[in-house]
């Protein structure tokens, strides 16, 4: 197959890079559609992964209520397609990477390609320290708050929701190196812009923990804002690795 250089691309007439367009979005939705499909005929073990953290802190009668008929329909309808989302995203990475590629030079190529790698690891790795770290400590406090006079009577829906926006975001958090890293082979920032600036991004990080994080706790809070920390040294280091020299 004969690689177009970018001029070329760029050559082409509009309407056929939309039609191609169009084409890869039509394939991303059915590979997402695919996917969850499956998700959602594959449920219950994905359904016991995301409950696990909640069923610890219920005490062994404790149970997980549903308060309308249709709820836990589409919960489980909303866990399928977030989960088919997951299992879709390299097919969809591709298929970006695809569209933008012949557009690309070389060297462009060349820095493009670990950048998505390090975009899904950064992402997942977030999510994963929310739910093996986070959630068994955050759990079993918002639980206590009941004390004598409430019990504590879990709602399905509202816990998938909070779950789910938890680990998206905890999930984002960690792409400020990758965000950063771009940004410094852009040339936009510096890594010594960066370390001149530390003081304020510590104070960013536990004002940005106080707010996301769903406890008061402090312990809590800070199981977000010192490896938004951690991931911001990181960053400095990754941008002066990659920063342009003069």
């Known amino acids: 197959m004969i690689q177009k250089s970018p001029e070329e691309d760029q050559n082409l007439p509009l309407t056929a890079h939309l039609v191609e ?24 073990p994905l359904l016991r992964f995301l409950l696990k953290p909640l069923r610890a802190a219920l005490p062994p009668e404790g149970k997980i209520m549903f ?13 399928a397609l977030v989960f088919g989302a997951l299992w879709a995203s390299p097919y969809i990475l591709y298929q970006a990477w695809a ?40 759990f079993p ?22 779950a789910l926006r938890m680990l998206v975001v905890f999930g984002l958090c960690f792409e400020v190196p990758v965000a950063l890293a771009v940004a410094g082979k852009l040339g936009v920032v510096k890594a010594r812009t960066l ?8 104070v960013g990080a536990f004002v940005v923990a106080a707010i996301l994080t769903p406890t008061p706790d402090v312990v809590n809070q800070l199981f977000l804002a010192l490896p938004l920390v951690f991931l911001y040294e990181a960053s400095i280091l990754v941008v002066w690795l990659l920063e342009p020299r003069a």
Do not use: N
């Open 99 to 138: 569209f933008v590629a012949p557009g690309l030079y070389p060297h462009e190529k060349r820095f493009a390609r670990p950048l998505i790698l390090a975009s899904c690891v950064a992402f997942l790795g977030g999510a994963a320290f929310a739910y093996f770290l986070v959630f068994p400590r955050a």
């Open 195 to 202: 370390s001149r600036a530390r003081p304020y991004a510590i």
């Open 141 to 162: 406090f918002l639980a206590r708050f009941g004390g004598e006079l409430l019990e504590f009577k879990p709602v399905f829906r509202d816990y998938v929701s909070f």
């Open 67 to 79: 308060i309308a008929y249709q709820e836990a329909f589409f919960t489980y309808l909303k866990i």
């Open 21 to 44: 367009l169009r084409e890869r979005l039509l394939k991303s939705l059915v590979a997402w559609m695919a996917a969850s499909a499956l998700s959602y005929w594959k449920l219950e």
